[in-house]
């Protein structure tokens, strides 16, 4: 009994960890697939929103869920002027030139939000209704976890209608499998991609500022879970949202578990096992590269 709340344990905490790591990640995942764009940044505008969340709360006192929607509302609308500003700028740029550009912006908005702010970890105060533990039936477990965990569902439920059953789906998707194809048939790729850009900036800043409570939150933020999300999206194939939640779910159990058991190695371990799936698979595990 002890041994199977124990595994229920883990594999719960691993959820709620993976639901973070889906909505950060799977921005990210479309927008790459749609344009081939090697944006390194989208950690930093997880990290801005998570930044926006923490501070409205703290200092303007603002409920927890309209702070969300104001950190997804501020940092898409930032992400617009960037994408406009600068990104459009490197569409036609060879990858070296994206890579450059984009980790430059990240050591940018570190530096920004240090100066600004400072280097200390920020806390997120969450509100009551979200402390303490809750009884799930056969166990009591943190009521925050399961909330990210539903949060999380409902978010995959959200975004696998909106891409299947919309017209803007429809046209991601057809952008995603054949770009030059569908600019044939009219679709304005520029405009979609500023609006799938700014959607999953805003996305990847609610995914910061939930995962603030127990991932942390610091101008090292980017840098610290960067490769989380890449390996996230390489395991989950470029563009496709079921495949970057499958490929988080398992990330975010597997990470939970090692940390747990195997503290020191854990790490090394994910790493070792993404790079042997990527030489069986480069296309990922669950989808293919976009064409």
Known sequence: MIFGIDVAS????????????????????????????????????????????????????????PAL??????????????ERLLYSRLYRAAELDQVLFTIGLVFFMIASVTLIVGPENQQLMLPSWLQGQLDIGFMHYRTYSIFLIVVGTLIVIGLWLGFERTRMGAQIRAAVDNRRMAESLGINIDR???????????????????????????????????????????????????????????????????????????????????ILLLLWRPQGLFGGKAS
Not at 10 to 26: E, H, K, N, Q, R
Not at 222 to 230: A, R
């Open 69 to 82: 929607a104001l950190g997804f509302i501020i940092i898409a609308g930032i992400s617009i002027a960037f």
């Open 10 to 65: 883990m594999v719960l905490g691993g959820l709620a960890a993976g639901m973070v790591l889906f909505i950060v990640s799977v921005g990210l995942s479309v927008t790459m697939g749609l344009m081939g764009f090697v944006n390194l940044a989208h950690g930093g505008f997880a990290m801005l929103g998570g930044y926006v969340i923490v501070l409205t709360m703290r200092n303007w006192g603002i409920g927890f869920i």
């Open 192 to 274: 979609l991609f500023m609006l799938t850009f700014a959607f999953g900036s805003g996305m990847a800043a609610i995914g910061g500022g939930l995962g603030a409570e127990f991932l942390g939150l610091n101008p090292q933020y980017p840098l610290i879970y960067l490769v989380y999300f890449l390996i996230v999206v390489s395991v989950g194939g470029l563009g496709r949202v079921t495949g970057v939640f499958f490929a988080s779910i398992v990330i975010g159990v597997l990470d939970f578990a090692l940390k747990k058991y195997l503290p020191q190695g854990g790490t090394l371990f994910i790493f070792a096992l993404t």
